[in-house]
């Protein structure tokens, strides 16, 4: 997920312990074969490699031990958080990749697989049972010329709004099930005298990409999964009627005067990490914040609502155009194979089951996108409820600037939504401005 990969910075005890070890940790003996086609019975060893560190880098080495003894293979883990592009580029290209890595981005896992570097998964697992087992449509991304080449084993839910359960509920608010009743209820809380949002896109190098998740949560509301799949493939523009149209929704909910707390000008300056947090002064200065179920970690949300999750925060996932429609807009690790022996097919089997699960839940917010996935894993009530709406969702579709080019998912996207947001280009200079930057 973005704000992992780019800011772990901010969350300190995550940090402490990623610099405490070194750029690449390893445990155990193996190591990756060559590029893709690779078959055989194995030698009981294989390579991991990974793009998130600190707790969850922990949590999932954990998660794997069960594996390693009941299997018998040992597994060497190479964590390349700091720079997981950079660290496997060269690998693959030199004919020396990991057996099996868990890509951050769908984007640079298909730049293989076109290149005929990855394994087409449907040679090692069961892809229907896998697509009938996880939340609709998380495949899709890893999906190209009807070939699957990963699926997710660290899952994140963006498409969240969440409020100070308390006074929400002293105040008699209702949770919308569709946009028009959220609209509603934001008119409902600025009449009463409260700015019903509170939004930040600060992000020091990476602003503006809070702002990109909801469009991306819009375009996928008002165009379906079609006209989402189009936009981000670039095979309409990026200033086609239905952005604006996501894009004008966020203005109208979120920024328009007297609807975002600190108002519009705020939002640029504010950090992503604590704009949540003016929700739980006493009283709220905000009853809704629109953001991924990571907001929970240690280092975002103050420590004293997070001890009290379940009595302080209430959740509901961002409505649809009626109340039948549940889209999501997720993010997360797609694991794909480099080599294909019977080791690899072992490890892959057991990663998409439904008993595998990060040792840490709790600290590493991590979910499972597994519909059949044991909910009383789950730390707490509040996480309980982010997977229930989950596994109910009707479709779903990957962060759509994390499987754009970097030039824009990474770079015009972020940065001209930025300049429109602060006053500096009116929408259809912003949203024309990306569509140029887009690589021919």
């Given amino acids: 997920?973005?704000?992992?990969?780019?800011?772990?910075?901010?969350?300190?005890?995550?940090?402490?312990?990623?610099?405490?070890?070194?750029?690449?940790?390893?445990?155990?003996?193996?190591?990756?074969?060559?590029?893709?086609?690779?078959?055989?019975?194995?030698?009981?060893?294989?390579?991991?490699?990974?793009?998130?560190?600190?707790?969850?880098?922990?949590g999932f080495v954990d998660a794997m031990k069960q594996f390693e003894t009941q299997s018998g293979i040992k597994i060497k883990?190479?964590?390349?958080?700091?720079?997981?592009?950079?660290?496997?580029?060269?690998?693959?290209?030199?004919?020396?990749?990991?057996?099996?890595?868990?890509?951050?981005?769908?984007?640079?896992?298909?730049?293989?697989?076109?290149?005929?570097?990855?394994?087409?998964?449907g040679s090692m697992l069961d892809i229907q049972a896998l697509k009938d087992a996880l939340v609709p449509g998380v495949l899709d991304v890893a999906t190209q010329d009807g070939k699957t080449y990963g699926f997710p084993v660290n899952f994140n839910v963006k498409s969240l709004v969440w409020y100070p359960k308390k006074a929400f509920e002293a105040k008699g608010y209702?949770?919308?099930?569709?946009?028009?009743?959220?609209?509603?209820?934001?008119?409902?809380?600025?009449?009463?005298?409260?700015?019903?949002?509170?939004?930040?896109?600060?992000?020091?190098?990476?602003?503006?990409?809070?702002?990109?998740?909801?469009i991306e949560d819009f375009v996928l509301r008002y165009g379906g999964t079609a006209k989402y799949d189009q936009w981000v493939k670039h095979e309409i523009p990026f200033n086609d009627p239905v952005v604006k149209q996501a894009a004008g929704e966020f203005e109208k909910l979120a920024l328009a005067d007297g609807n975002v707390f600190g108002g519009r000008k705020s939002v640029v300056s504010t950090n992503f990490g604590v704009a949540m947090n003016p929700e739980f002064q006493d009283p709220p200065k905000c009853f809704l914040h629109r953001q991924g179920n990571f907001i929970t970690q240690k280092g975002f949300i103050t420590e004293k609502v997070r001890q009290n999750l379940d009595e302080e925060v209430g959740v509901f996932q961002l409505p649809g155009n009626d109340a039948s429609s549940k889209p999501l807009l997720v993010g997360g690790d797609m694991a794909a194979a480099f080599s294909n022996d019977a080791d690899t097919k072992a490890a892959l089997e057991y990663m998409s089951s439904p008993k595998f699960k990060f040792a840490n839940i709790a600290t590493a917010t991590w979910l499972s996108a597994v519909k059949s996935f044991d909910?009383?894993?789950?730390?707490?009530?509040?996480?309980?409820?982010?997977?229930?709406?989950?596994?109910?969702?009707?479709?779903?579709?990957?962060?759509?600037?994390?499987?754009?080019?970097?030039?824009v998912g990474a770079g015009s996207f972020w940065k001209d939504m930025t300049a429109w947001i602060s006053g500096q280009k009116s929408l259809d200079e912003a949203l024309k401005d990306i569509d140029d930057s887009w690589p021919s």
């Fill in 77 to 121: 883990y190479t964590d390349a958080s700091q720079s997981f592009d950079t660290l496997i580029r060269p690998r693959v290209q030199g004919n020396n990749p990991p057996d099996i890595a868990l890509f951050p981005q769908p984007g640079l896992m298909l730049d293989f697989a076109k290149q005929g570097k990855l394994q087409d998964l």
């Fill in 375 to 407: 909910l009383s894993n789950y730390p707490n009530e509040t996480t309980k409820t982010v997977a229930k709406l989950a596994y109910a969702s009707t479709e779903s579709r990957f962060d759509g600037s994390d499987s754009m080019p970097g030039a």
């Fill in 174 to 214: 209702k949770v919308p099930t569709t946009i028009a009743e959220l609209e509603a209820l934001t008119n409902q809380i600025k009449a009463d005298g409260t700015a019903p949002w509170c939004v930040g896109i600060e992000s020091a190098g990476a602003t503006g990409w809070v702002a990109t998740d909801w």
């Fill in 1 to 58: 997920m973005r704000w992992r990969r780019l800011l772990q910075g901010i969350v300190v005890a995550a940090v402490a312990m990623l610099f405490a070890s070194a750029c690449l940790s390893e445990s155990g003996g193996g190591g990756g074969g060559d590029t893709g086609g690779q078959t055989g019975s194995g030698d009981k060893s294989i390579e991991i490699m990974y793009g998130f560190g600190g707790d969850q880098s922990k």
